[in-house]
């Protein structure tokens, strides 16, 4: 690659080194190729197209379907010394028409324009005439109908680009697709002979869990006690819900927004502003709120109720931890979100057809709420990504985060209550007869006259309801489908009330949340950025992103020289601000009495206690660099050899010096080539059966790893 492709990243973006993936689709495109990339959320799609257009010559236009989105993208880039600019409808005819006069005087390098803008002939007429070098397309996924955002206004964009008389180049850029929706992209946009990179859906700094059937405004308490300082966005199914959560949370002293379609664009944009800018901690919100939105430091995101589906999971999941620092992903469920889901599907979709295919895919957002197994596993492969390492070591199926309490006794007076009742009715009213209710209802019905009524009277109420919840997510119990839920036993409930079958429950343990870094310099320099910010009237994370400050706590940057170092700051950014940082950490390092210990980099170490630990697969690696075999690895390290193969093919995709030919039979090296040429690299098993059996997975999975990184289609 073009060493003036590292001068860029590195003057404009504070980077000398590209992600992984990054690198391939750039020279994709720089080849003259149009090109498709699957990245996830907060996997570097930006740099993807910023960095080609500031290289090529001409006007790269990107299309993005939020205003939010474009404001903050422009933001940052302008914020780097970058001349971009956006149209959008909060503009005046004034403010279009000087972007445009830049747009034609060759000033301007990077526009961004919602899809909507490519029908409109002024706006055609004014830029037909000029290079253009590529046009972007981010949230790729909107174009199909089987996506889960499907816009209309998508469909414009073909017929914008072929105004064109040279075609410009067509780069398409989503966080999640399936193969399904992959292939619908491409023929929609009619990408020709597209280069096409997964990078991976993996985010490895994302901690999953799923809290079943736990009191939730509870749980949501208690874990914002943990962690009062840290940004998160809690997401509710209805905006009856968001209001509630809203102004209970307000009740209690925490410091809140809210953001959901029934309040009004200026309410919306406050509250979203005060959120972007840090004023605010916590987002309350619908699946209306964070497309786009390009906050950095969101540490957690929870879901008040089951999503829709995975694909509208992993994107809103994926707004955590943008930055790379820890962060966490927690889902609160209970039966009764399957119920409230399926009433929003059949409600907002009149085709039968769109609501069986919804369905499906609720039912495998339920069935990753209900796994035991691990649930990074279930989403990778979801999306087709092979993930058989069987313990991640970062989800709450695999750490064991979770405290497990035996409910055999409850479950059985439970089960045997519903039995009593005929199966006939929902859980408040089980629960009532259960604690022993005076209702009129429960009266009515003689329900009190039940050897179960009143059998769990010791219990709350809710209680009683989170226990039934919880038998219903576990598959003991399950709701009808009909308009008014009821509750009905399952063969795993004649089991339980046997005794055949024990029934336990997992309770979230709720842990701190913390960085990597010495928190009290964290805390002056996030003040330091604070005051700037508000001074600049831009968001805080525009100025340095919280994983830079975190990386200026780590090795104390005192001069030009060692600013430079830490990634994310590049020249535009140190002239501006680098001196205020480095007399900050300078003054920190004088009161706090640090001895400077100069390393290669011409810091200062990072203390001992403050360093991160060590990556499971590094410390693999270490073993391989000495010429341990795999069986002997596992042993080491008390792992299964799938587990310790699928750490040295991570080594590899992440360029460390790993011998990949040695796991690849020299005999059938051209036919693994050929077939996975002819099938593909998203799934193994038709590649395994078109081979011969002494052929192993590990052999095909290095053959793709290699396959894919000398910059191929996948």
């Known amino acids: 690659m073009d060493k003036n492709i590292f001068n860029i990243l590195k003057k404009y973006f504070g980077y000398s080194s590209f992600r992984r993936g990054q690198e391939n689709i750039i020279q994709s495109i720089l080849d003259g190729n149009d090109t498709f990339a699957i990245m996830p959320t907060g996997g570097g799609k930006s740099i993807c197209y910023q960095v080609p257009a500031l290289y090529m010559k001409g006007l790269t236009i990107v299309i993005t379907p939020l205003i939010s989105l474009m404001k903050d993208q422009v933001d940052t880039l302008r914020e780097n010394g970058v001349n971009a600019s956006y149209i959008n409808s909060t503009l005046s005819s004034k403010e279009t028409n000087d972007i445009l006069m830049s747009a034609l005087s060759g000033h301007l390098k990077i526009l961004y324009v919602a899809p909507e803008r490519l029908e409109q002939d002024y706006f055609r007429n004014a830029i037909k005439d000029l290079t253009i070098s590529m046009v972007a397309i981010d949230e790729a996924h909107c174009v199909s109908q089987w996506g889960h955002d499907f816009r209309?206004?998508?469909?414009?964009?073909?017929?914008?680009?072929?105004?064109?008389?040279?075609?410009?180049?067509?780069?398409?850029?989503?966080?999640?697709?399936?193969?399904?929706?992959?292939?619908?992209?491409?023929?929609?946009?009619?990408?020709?002979?597209?280069?096409?990179?997964?990078?991976?859906?993996?985010?490895?700094?994302?901690?999953?869990?799923?809290?079943?059937?736990?009191?939730?405004?509870?749980?949501?308490?208690?874990?914002?006690?943990?962690?009062?300082?840290?940004?998160?966005?809690?997401?509710?199914?209805?905006?009856?819900?968001?209001?509630?959560?809203?102004?209970?949370?307000?009740?209690?002293?925490?410091?809140?927004?809210?953001?959901?379609?029934?309040?009004?664009?200026?309410?919306?944009?406050?509250?979203?502003?005060?959120?972007?800018?840090?004023?605010?901690?916590?987002?309350?919100?619908?699946?209306?709120?964070?497309?786009?939105?390009?906050?950095?430091?969101?540490?957690?995101?929870?879901?008040?109720?089951?999503?829709?589906?995975?694909?509208?999971?992993?994107?809103?999941?994926?707004?955590?931890?943008?930055?790379?620092?820890?962060?966490?992903?927690?889902?609160?469920?209970?039966?009764?979100?399957?119920?409230?889901?399926?009433?929003?599907?059949?409600?907002?979709?009149?085709?039968?057809?769109?609501?069986?295919?919804?369905?499906?895919?609720?039912?495998?957002?339920?069935?990753?709420?209900?796994?035991?197994?691990?649930?990074?596993?279930?989403?990778?492969?979801?999306?087709?990504?092979?993930?058989?390492?069987?313990?991640?070591?970062?989800?709450?199926?695999?750490?064991?985060?979770?405290?497990?309490?035996?409910?055999?006794?409850?479950?059985?007076?439970?089960?045997?209550?519903?039995?009593?009742?005929?199966?006939?009715?929902?859980?408040?009213?089980?629960?009532?007869?259960?604690?022993?209710?005076?209702?009129?209802?429960?009266?009515?019905?003689?329900?009190?006259?039940?050897?179960?009524?009143?059998?769990?009277?010791?219990?709350?109420?809710?209680?009683?309801?989170?226990?039934?919840?919880?038998?219903?997510?576990?598959?003991?119990?399950?709701?009808?489908?009909?308009?008014?839920?009821?509750?009905?036993?399952?063969?795993?409930?004649?089991?339980?009330?046997?005794?055949?079958?024990?029934?336990?429950?997992?309770?979230?343990?709720?842990?701190?949340?913390?960085?990597?870094?010495?928190?009290?310099?964290?805390?002056?320099?996030?003040?330091?950025?604070?005051?700037?910010?508000?001074?600049?009237?831009?968001?805080?994370?525009?100025?340095?992103?919280?994983?830079?400050?975190?990386?200026?706590?780590?090795?104390?940057?005192?001069?030009?020289?060692?600013?430079?170092?830490i990634k994310g700051v590049g020249e535009i950014k140190y002239n501006k601000y680098g001196e205020i940082f480095e007399e900050k950490i300078r003054e920190y390092i004088k009161e706090t009495n640090l001895t400077p210990e100069d390393n290669n980099k011409g810091t200062l170490k990072v203390p001992e206690l403050l360093s991160k630990k060590i990556p499971t697969h590094i410390e693999t690696f270490n073993l391989y660099k000495k010429g341990i075999t795999i069986a002997d690895m596992a042993k080491i390290r008390n792992l299964s050899i799938p587990t310790i193969q699928e750490h040295i093919l991570k080594c590899a995709n992440e360029g460390l010096n790993v011998n990949l030919d040695a796991y690849i039979p020299a005999e059938y090296k051209d036919l693994i080539y050929e077939k996975i040429r002819i099938l593909g690299t998203s799934k193994l098993r038709p590649i395994k059966d078109a081979l011969p059996d002494d052929v192993d997975y590990m052999a095909i999975k290095a053959a793709i790893c290699k396959y894919t990184s000398k910059n191929k289609a996948i």
């Open 152 to 565: 209309v206004s998508y469909k414009r964009i073909v017929p914008f680009i072929n105004i064109f008389d040279k075609r410009p180049i067509v780069a398409a850029f989503t966080a999640t697709a399936t193969d399904e929706v992959k292939k619908d992209i491409i023929n929609l946009l009619e990408l020709k002979e597209p280069n096409c990179f997964i990078t991976g859906f993996d985010r490895d700094n994302l901690f999953f869990s799923i809290v079943k059937n736990e009191n939730k405004f509870d749980f949501i308490t208690k874990y914002l006690s943990k962690h009062k300082e840290l940004s998160g966005i809690i997401y509710a199914a209805t905006r009856k819900e968001v209001d509630s959560l809203h102004q209970k949370l307000i009740s209690q002293g925490y410091s809140v927004g809210k953001y959901h379609a029934g309040m009004g664009d200026k309410e919306r944009s406050e509250s979203q502003d005060l959120f972007l800018y840090d004023e605010t901690k916590l987002m309350i919100a619908t699946n209306a709120f964070g497309m786009g939105i390009d906050k950095s430091n969101v540490r957690f995101v929870i879901h008040y109720n089951m999503p829709k589906n995975l694909e509208s999971y992993y994107q809103e999941a994926g707004r955590a931890g943008r930055d790379g620092e820890k962060s966490e992903c927690i889902i609160l469920f209970s039966g009764q979100d399957i119920q409230i889901q399926k009433f929003l599907i059949k409600q907002s979709i009149p085709s039968f057809d769109r609501q069986r295919i919804e369905l499906k895919k609720l039912n495998d957002m339920i069935n990753y709420c209900m796994t035991t197994s691990c649930l990074r596993k279930y989403i990778l492969n979801y999306f087709g990504e092979n993930y058989e390492v069987e313990n991640c070591d970062n989800c709450i199926n695999c750490t064991g985060n979770v405290e497990i309490v035996d409910i055999t006794l409850e479950a059985q007076k439970i089960i045997s209550c519903i039995y009593r009742m005929g199966q006939n009715f929902g859980v408040t009213m089980i629960a009532e007869v259960l604690k022993g209710s005076k209702n009129s209802k429960v009266l009515r019905f003689n329900f009190d006259k039940l050897s179960t009524y009143g059998i769990m009277k010791d219990c709350t109420l809710k209680q009683i309801t989170n226990l039934i919840n919880t038998l219903i997510a576990d598959g003991y119990l399950y709701l009808s489908d009909s308009e008014y839920a009821t509750v009905k036993m399952s063969q795993k409930s004649i089991e339980v009330l046997k005794g055949y079958k024990k029934v336990v429950q997992k309770i979230h343990i709720v842990e701190e949340l913390s960085l990597s870094t010495d928190n009290t310099l964290f805390e002056i320099l996030k003040a330091l950025r604070l005051e700037i910010a508000r001074r600049e009237n831009v968001p805080p994370y525009i100025i340095f992103s919280d994983s830079v400050l975190s990386e200026m706590c780590k090795y104390y940057p005192k001069d030009k020289n060692s600013m430079l170092q």
